[in-house]
């Protein structure tokens, strides 16, 4: 099997749509590599405009081999398409794809090249449709580059991934795709977040303990986390309100970048019980995480909700909304409450900061219920898409 992707934001994005790239990426790697002998295993094929950056030689250390004929191999624009890499990645790459000869090319973030050869599989995945249920939250042109891109795909996509049934209801509701194309393949968050126990010495996942991370950014003990770009979206801001209903020891930290006006009001929340790291390492987040009272990720809508995932992965209770795909990612492990009813919100808070009983509950149905979206479940569910496509 030759697999190809759409591996720009697997290099350049560091987060979101980045870490699902890498994650899949690899673990399709090492899917194919449990399954076939050395001798007849497959190749994956990684199409990027540049491999510049932070993740370059990311799949290096999970055994990617670039060599031809099998293994891994990363494809870049050569020759006169160097001048345009943005559009050797929407046209150019499907001539790589032939010279390739890829069986099966996934697109991995709502886009897929134009003029594939028809022989060729073709799977996309949609994270979501924020775009079209939310327009006001993007530029104008922005929505309608979107807007195409994702139509485009998922006309001819062999299959559309879903990463939610929330999502799977998006594109049946909103872009008319039929439910017989579509399967629902949850993702999963960084390795970093999975394994993580909280002890003297350390977590894994990051190079210091939870005191440590707490000195180094000059946290409280008691504290509940908050992750998320600072936008209307995430309604940080109903959280910060909910603060003022709980004991003065407890302390918000929010981790995320402001974007903005919304972001630059939260900016102005600032106190010590609201405290902002906007650029907080990413090593550190197992830690951070794991040493909190609770998590609370109170966002109007998403796809998924990585967040309320890597929560459970580090045992940490978490309060989510009770709405869109939230309660898919927190299953019976976390708490609800409308993303608009402040009361509620304190109410919950409360609840976890001051009844430990409850709090182990959370950890032990978390620890449970995050497995539905380990690592390997996810590939070996991917593998399975490919394959149907392949053997029919």
């Given amino acids: 099997m030759i697999i190809g992707y759409d591996a720009k934001r697997a290099f350049r994005n560091n987060t979101g749509l980045g870490n699902y790239s890498r994650m899949l990426i ?51 624009p050569k020759g006169i398409w160097r001048l345009a890499p943005s559009v050797w990645r929407s046209v150019g790459v499907s001539c790589a794809v032939k010279h390739d000869g890829v069986e099966l090319f996934h697109g991995l973030s709502h886009e897929l090249p134009y003029g594939l050869p028809k022989r060729v599989k073709k799977v996309v ?77 350390g977590v894994k996942g990051s190079e210091r303990t939870n005191v440590e991370v707490r000195e180094k950014y000059g946290l409280p003990e008691r504290y509940i986390l908050c992750v998320g770009t600072l936008e209307e979206r995430k309604n940080q801001m109903r959280v910060i309100e909910a603060m003022k209903r709980l004991p003065e ?19 102005q929340s600032a106190s010590d019980r609201i405290r902002l790291l906007s650029k ?3 090593a550190d987040f197992p830690a951070l995480y794991n040493g ?13 909700g990585i967040p309320v995932l890597e ?3 580090c045992d940490c209770p978490v309060l ?7 309660p898919e990612a927190g299953g019976d492990a976390a708490l609800y409450a409308a993303p608009d009813d402040v009361e509620a919100i304190a109410r919950q808070l409360l609840r976890l900061c001051e009844d430990e009983d409850l709090r182990q509950q959370c950890i032990e149905k978390g620890r449970i219920h995050r497995m539905k979206f380990a690592p390997e479940k996810v590939s070996a569910d991917m593998m399975a898409v490919y394959r149907s496509l392949l053997d029919n």
């Avoid at 909190?292 to 998924?304: I, K, L, N, Q």
């Fill in 249 to 267: 020891e407890v302390a918000l930290v929010l981790v995320g970048r402001p974007r903005g006006t919304y972001g630059q009001q939260i900016l």
């Fill in 26 to 76: 690899g673990g399709v790697w090492n899917e194919e590599c449990r399954m076939e002998n050395e001798e007849s295993a497959g190749a994956v094929v990684l199409y990027t405009p540049s491999v510049k950056g932070r993740h370059e030689h990311y799949f290096d250390e999970v055994g990617g081999r670039r060599y031809e004929g099998g293994g891994m191999v990363i494809r870049v």
């Fill in 125 to 201: 995945t949609m994270h979501d449709l924020i775009v079209m249920r939310f327009p006001e939250f993007f530029k104008p042109a922005d929505r309608v580059i979107h807007r195409l891109k994702m139509r485009h795909a998922c006309r001819v996509a062999d299959v559309v991934v879903a990463i939610s049934e929330q999502t799977k209801r998006d594109l049946v509701e909103l872009m008319g795709i039929e439910e017989e194309k579509i399967r629902v393949v949850y993702q999963s968050c960084d390795s970093a977040f999975w394994g993580v126990k909280g002890s003297e010495e």
């Fill in 292 to 304: 909190a009272v609770a998590s609370v990720y109170m966002s109007r809508f998403e796809g998924f």
């Fill in 320 to 326: 989510t909304s009770n709405v869109s795909s939230m």
């Fill in 280 to 282: 907080a390492d990413f």
């Fill in 311 to 313: 929560s459970m992965c």
